[in-house]
Every structure is written in C-alpha cells, then in structure tokens.
C-alpha cells in the first residue's frame, strides 16, 4: 500500500474524513514551504497538495496562477519543488504529498529521471491537470501508470460535473490513491458548490469504484467542507490557503501574518469536518 492509500485505510477505521490542503511550492518565498508543510499537519492536514509552480497553470484561477508566478520569480523550479519535498521527508515519513502539476516541465525533465526524482525525495502521488487518463502509455515509461507504481506513486485524476461517461470510465480504471471530483464547472477558486449536485455526483462515483472520493474547487469554510464531507471521503483546499500570501511581498511581519490566517483557517476546517 502507498501513504495515500494506508492514510486513507486509517481514517476510515477512524470514522474520519481527510483534509487536503493545497500550497504552491516556493510561495511566496522558497524559504516558506517545508516549514509551513509541517505546521499544516500540526493543524490536521491529513495529505499535503503541492503545486508545481507553472507559467500556463490552465485549470487554475487567478489566485493560484499569481502563487505560481510568485513561486516562479522567486527562482522556485520544478526539481526544487520537489526537493522541498525531500526536505519535509527528513522530519515526517508519514503525511502523504501529492504534486499536482501540468506534463510541460516533466517533459523537459524527461518521465524517467522526473519520477526517480519523485521516489527519491518520498512523493506519494501526482495529479497531472493535462495528462488524459486514456493517455496514459508514453513511449518514454511504457504505461505510465504501471511506472507510478513500481515507484511506489498513486496516479490521481480528476473527475467533473461534464466528464463523459468514456472519460469517466478511463479516470475509474487508470486512477488510484483517491479520485478527486472538481466540485463545480470551472477553475480553482470558483462559486461555491451545489451541494446536493456534489453529493449526487460522489455517491455515483463511489457506486463504481472503490477508491476513496475527495472534492476540491470552491470550498471556502468550514461550513461549505462539513456539508461536502457528509458525502465525501475528503476535503480539497487550496485558493482559500493560497489567497493569504498575495499582498505578502518582502514583508516579514505580513508573512507570518498570513501564514497564521492560514492555519486559523485550517483549525477552523479540520473542527467543521470532525464535528460529523
């Protein structure tokens, strides 16, 4: 079993459902990242999303684009990235992370020497926005996702309200860790769910899968992620963390400012979820 899927095991014997916050790697500064990964677990998270700083981040609105820009003129790479991971490993080998990213850097890098890169600095999962789970076979790796696999990785894809029924299909067969179900039409950061459509969508996914089902998109308080929990196996979010280190710039003071805004919010989510 990977760390996602035996966080996952836990939970359920716990009764319990998971927070997933999402951070942008080197945002605002690189310097921020591992430390603020550790004080999220401390506030509940139960699985880290990393973002993968990217200059055409398409599934992202403007709060996470602007993160990812930050990232980017602070000199943040794709390798770094993922060597902050690495860094978090040397105090927590047990909180799985999982990079969510976009396939233009891992092509630069190549398939290969990417996902020893991910093996040997403790990365559990990979959420690529622009990899088709139809397209999973590389001429590179073979089949990409036995290759996640025999390092020990989760393939994780995401599911929407418009998903056809042959995409839908493929995301069932080909994904693993969790299915991640994009709780409303559009990008990060967008109106809040329609609850009722949300906890119609999860109950028919989870009727052909056993995969735990987490939702993300749109989720802002505790109160939006306790009535997407009632339903759900987890809770994504990341525009309503993210959003704190927009005005940050090279001010210390407004740096810990913000990361404290984020870990209020985080007890706030984690309380909201428990309270089921």
């Known amino acids: 079993m990977t760390r996602i899927s035996q966080t996952f095991a836990a939970l359920k014997q716990q009764n319990k ?24 677990v401390a506030h509940g ?29 602070g000199g943040t790479s794709t390798r770094g990235a993922i060597e902050m991971v690495g860094q978090f490993r040397k105090t927590n080998t047990t909180t799985p992370v999982l990079l969510m990213g976009y396939l233009n850097p891992i092509e630069i890098i190549g398939y290969g020497e990417f996902l020893k890169l991910c093996q040997t600095n403790g990365v559990d999962g990979l959420l690529m926005v622009d990899l088709p789970p139809n397209e999973v076979v590389n001429n590179e790796t073979g089949d990409f996702t036995k290759a996640l696999t025999e390092h020990g990785m989760n393939q994780i894809f995401l599911l929407a309200p418009t998903t056809e029924p042959t995409r839908r299909k493929a995301v ?13 039409k559009g990008v990060t950061g967008s109106n809040a769910p329609d609850i009722d459509d949300v906890g119609k969508q999860v109950r028919a ?21 306790k009535a997407v929990a009632t339903c759900a196996d987890g809770v994504i979010v ?12 090279d001010d210390k ?6 990361i404290r805004q984020i ?12 309270e089921l």
């Open 17 to 40: 459902k998971a927070l997933i916050p999402y951070i942008m790697a080197g945002d605002p500064t690189p310097s921020v990242t591992v430390d603020l990964m550790h004080r999220l």
């Open 45 to 73: 998270a139960d699985v880290i999303e990393v973002g993968l700083p990217f200059s055409d981040p398409m599934a992202d609105g403007q709060t996470i684009a602007k993160a990812g820009e930050r990232a980017l003129a």
């Open 172 to 184: 069932l067969e080909h994904g693993s860790g969790f299915i991640y179900y994009v709780s409303v």
């Open 205 to 225: 996914i989870k009727a052909d899968t056993d995969l735990p089902v987490c939702v993300g998109f749109g989720i802002r308080d505790g109160k939006s992620a």
């Open 238 to 249: 990341g525009s309503e963390l993210v959003r704190h280190f927009a005005d940050v710039g």
């Open 253 to 258: 003071d407004k740096l810990e400012l913000a």
């Open 263 to 274: 870990l209020v919010k985080m007890d706030e989510l984690r309380q909201a979820i428990d």
